[in-house]
């Protein structure tokens, strides 16, 4: 007993006089953050290489299906080593598209990639709907588990849809539901169940659409320069990728959860000097829904935003609401948004099913011209609402150097007993044309600093007085 009493006291004398170094807290997150994150993201590269897709039987023209040629067109330049494969000016009609590692697609001026809306063109593939994993249509351009891949030009991606091809799958006519409604409640319930992924499939008579541009556990990921219109939903869906960039698009479709750029589950993402005309929201974070999101729980973290263009849309940037897996350090930076059309330019949304901690969310220098329902939305009783066990998070939102000229409100947050939202700070930013009063429900700390919230009837205190005249200069 005697010796192991003065063990311990050794040892007490060695943690007194040798003291474990304290435990490290992670570096707090700031704009430098978002310097380091710029520092990694880097586009592909391509060798001087080109296979034109007239070379493999591609006929312009638009009647003529050139899926076989630009396949061959993208077997040959993979097994080549990489390059490009061109689309040159005029119109093709294709079915999906699928890339390989070291191919960019690359559309030259005046070149239209028109996607043919029948759906035995895009075939069974693993992808991602609305945040579950499923086997179903093909993404019109697609890539699994390829690196160095682009798709590229100032040409167009028409994807064919309208009200009678895939945007008639998600329209609710009379009493009647939507003809997905059946499909996508079963592959919801599908994941909440654990079935495996193989065995969730769709396709055929399912009525799920496919998205417009989907890398899939994709590595160095580059989509610049293109006009995307008519897609059948999202546009631009990375999903489990890393090293994004997007950059120079214009995306003008307004179908239903017609959705600009939705990276989802992705790290280290670039979205840069785009516009935003859309149907649902302009960009959209997001990381898996339900109990599949928590399965694959993975999030999506440091993505930047600068220098965009949001025109209609449910909001400017969104996060959520398939958003499981969570998400933190998004920096939004020089960005323009105005339209009678856009929601809000700011937006969170989950709920008690969905969960996540949404956290590091970061924003300045953006003017806001119109927007219909408030700057800053935060909606944590979306869909499910309260009716669940995983509570969401939303905190350390920062917004500095926003202006303003007309919405409704600055703040719309609602959240539920549980559920936290906390330390939102909003600093040296002008609120004009505010017509309602802002809506704060089961919130935390909000901060404001050298804020001004001007209403669109200017108004004063019963007892105010008129300011003094500002000293004359000498």
Not at 149 to 176: M, Y
């Amino acid at each position: 007993m005697k010796k192991i009493l003065s063990v311990l006291a050794a040892l007490l004398i060695a943690a007194l006089t040798h003291p474990l170094p304290a435990a490290t807290s992670p570096a707090p997150v700031s704009w430098d953050t978002a310097k380091e994150i710029l520092g990694r993201i880097k586009a592909p590269t391509f060798p001087a290489r080109d296979f034109p897709i007239t070379s493999y039987g591609a006929v312009a023209g638009g009647t003529s299906d050139a899926t076989a040629a630009i396949a061959q067109a993208i077997a040959a330049c993979n097994a080549a080593g990489g390059g490009r494969v061109v689309v040159p000016t005029g119109k093709f009609s294709t079915g999906a598209i699928h890339l390989k590692s070291n191919v960019n697609l690359h559309l030259a001026a005046g070149a239209t990639l028109r996607f043919n809306p029948d759906p035995t063109l895009y075939p069974i593939v693993f992808t991602r709907w609305e945040g579950v994993e499923c086997m179903n249509h093909s993404p019109l351009i697609y890539a699994f588990e390829q690196e160095n891949i682009a798709v590229t030009g100032s040409g167009t991606l028409d994807g064919g849809a309208t009200l009678d091809t895939w945007w008639s799958w998600n329209v609710k006519r009379g009493a009647t539901p939507p003809k997905q409604r059946v499909a996508r409640d079963a592959l919801i319930a599908m994941g909440e169940r654990d079935v495996p992924v193989a065995e969730r499939v769709f396709g055929a008579g399912h009525f799920l659409r496919p998205n417009f541009i989907q890398p899939y556990r994709c590595k160095n990921i580059l989509i610049e320069g293109v006009t995307i219109i008519r897609s059948p939903m999202w546009e631009v869906h990375p999903v489990l990728s890393t090293n994004v960039t997007v950059r120079g698009l214009t995306i003008n479709s307004h179908g239903s959860n017609n959705d600009g750029c939705n990276p989802e589950s992705c790290r280290d993402v670039l979205i840069e000097n785009c516009v935003f005309d859309t149907g649902d929201d302009c960009i959209a974070i997001k990381s898996g829904r339900n109990r599949d999101g928590r399965r694959v729980n993975v999030p999506s973290e440091n993505i930047i935003v600068r220098g965009c263009t949001m025109k209609d849309g449910h909001g400017g940037v969104v996060i959520g609401s398939e958003i499981a897996g969570g998400c933190r350090n998004v920096f939004v930076e020089n960005c323009t948004m105005d339209s009678p059309n856009l929601d809000r330019a700011l937006r969170f949304k989950s709920n008690a099913v969905r969960g996540g901690t949404i956290e590091n969310i970061f924003m300045r220098n953006v003017q806001i011209g119109r927007v219909a329902e408030a700057i800053v939305t935060v909606d944590l009783l979306y869909e499910e609402g309260a009716k669940g066990t995983f509570m969401p998070i939303v905190r350390h939102v920062s917004l500095e150097n926003i202006t303003s000229k007309s919405s409704p409100r600055v703040f719309f947050v609602v959240g539920f007993p549980g559920a936290i939202i906390d330390d939102i700070r909003i600093t040296n930013s002008t609120f004009a044309g505010i017509t309602a009063s802002d809506i704060i429900h089961h919130a935390g700390r909000i901060f404001l600093e050298n804020v001004n919230i001007e209403p669109a009837q200017k108004t004063r205190s019963l007892n105010s007085v008129t300011a003094p005249a500002a000293p004359a200069s000498h």
